[in-house]
């Protein structure tokens, strides 16, 4: 809900729960007064600085509890990445959604207008097709949903909207038409798959215009036993953080003479 905008609302929840339920700090206290006390629980799928500070700021002692590996997807999910040009991208996705068969795919863009571009062009193309994405009134976000959990539509082309907070089961597929800025939405995407106990794909489509994010998804895909695509691996931008400054062998002692 944060990610999505609603920070100032999440936040006037909280300013609003009374505080006279809060458990005291001081145990004896806690065991004079033999009160019912007030916990409070935050989920998120990761650990962004803006979740870190609400948990600082509104929990008492706050303590981290996380299932799985942090920065980790689930084993549940196989994870592929393929490097390609921007031209390249249409026929590629064509070939994932013929073999699809009856099962269900997001198919993840980064932008509205690209979302309802894809989806017009795939429903010419005779896909079962929906949108979803922030330029939608509620009503219609719901006609959508709906009618892809039904599989009146077993495509959803989508922006982050549905990359977060939105429960759709049983999607086979998940497909990153465009790579998403940053490792931690990555991780929300594909997590649209492989839920409840069952296996799913998440399939990634990498430009070189994705840089700025080799080094993360690298990391990830390493950390979760995927392949990583061979472009992937030796590019220079995979092998040092965005920001950090690679550490230089030293300089040959060299002798200057003057005269």
């Given at each position: 809900m944060i990610?999505m905008?609603?920070?100032?609302?999440?936040?006037?929840?909280?300013?609003?729960?009374?505080?006279?339920?809060?458990?005291p700090?001081n145990?004896?206290e806690?065991?004079?007064?033999?009160?019912?006390?007030?916990t409070?629980?935050m989920?998120?799928?990761?650990?962004p600085?803006?979740?870190?500070?609400?948990?600082?700021?509104?929990?008492r002692?706050?303590?981290?509890?996380?299932?799985g590996?942090?920065?980790?997807?689930t084993?549940?999910i196989s994870?592929?990445?393929?490097?390609m040009?921007?031209s390249?991208?249409?026929?590629?996705?064509?070939?994932?959604?013929?073999?699809?068969?009856?099962?269900t795919a997001?198919?993840?863009?980064?932008?509205?207008k690209?979302?309802?571009f894809?989806?017009?062009?795939?429903?010419?193309?005779?896909?079962?097709v929906?949108?979803?994405?922030?330029?939608?009134?509620?009503e219609q976000?719901?006609i959508?949903?709906?009618?892809f959990?039904?599989?009146r539509?077993?495509v959803?082309?989508a922006?982050?909207?549905?990359g977060r907070?939105?429960?759709?089961?049983d999607?086979?597929?998940?497909?990153?038409y465009?790579?998403?800025?940053?490792?931690?939405?990555?991780?929300?995407?594909i997590g649209?798959t492989?839920?409840?106990?069952k296996?799913g794909?998440?399939t990634?489509?990498?430009?070189?215009?994705?840089?700025?994010?080799?080094?993360d998804?690298?990391?990830?895909l390493i950390?979760?036993n995927?392949p990583?695509?061979p472009e992937?691996?030796?590019?220079e931008?995979?092998?040092?953080?965005p920001?950090s400054?690679p550490?230089?062998?030293p300089?040959r002692?060299?002798?200057?003479?003057?005269?």
């Amino acid at each position: 809900m944060i990610d999505m905008g609603f920070e100032p609302q999440v936040m006037g929840v909280l300013d609003a729960m009374p505080s006279s339920n809060l458990k005291p700090e001081n145990e004896d206290e806690e065991l004079d007064e033999k009160r019912i006390y007030r916990t409070t629980y935050m989920f998120s799928a990761t650990m962004p600085p803006a979740v870190e500070r609400l948990a600082r700021k509104y929990l008492r002692n706050p303590v981290v509890v996380t299932i799985g590996t942090a920065g980790k997807a689930t084993d549940l999910i196989s994870q592929h990445v393929i490097m390609m040009k921007e031209s390249e991208k249409s026929y590629k996705l064509h070939r994932l959604l013929d073999e699809l068969n009856d099962k269900t795919a997001i198919v993840f863009v980064n932008t509205k207008k690209n979302a309802d571009f894809l989806a017009k062009n795939l429903d010419k193309e005779g896909y079962r097709v929906t949108t979803l994405h922030g330029g939608k009134s509620q009503e219609q976000r719901e006609i959508s949903l709906e009618g892809f959990r039904t599989k009146r539509y077993n495509v959803l082309v989508a922006t982050d909207v549905a990359g977060r907070g939105i429960d759709i089961p049983d999607v086979a597929h998940v497909i990153n038409y465009d790579m998403p800025g940053n490792i931690e939405m990555y991780t929300h995407r594909i997590g649209r798959t492989g839920r409840a106990g069952k296996t799913g794909v998440a399939t990634t489509f990498l430009t070189l215009q994705d840089s700025d994010v080799f080094y993360d998804l690298k990391q990830m895909l390493i950390q979760s036993n995927s392949p990583v695509p061979p472009e992937l691996a030796r590019h220079e931008a995979s092998k040092f953080k965005p920001g950090s400054i690679p550490d230089r062998p030293p300089r040959r002692n060299d002798t200057v003479f003057a005269h």
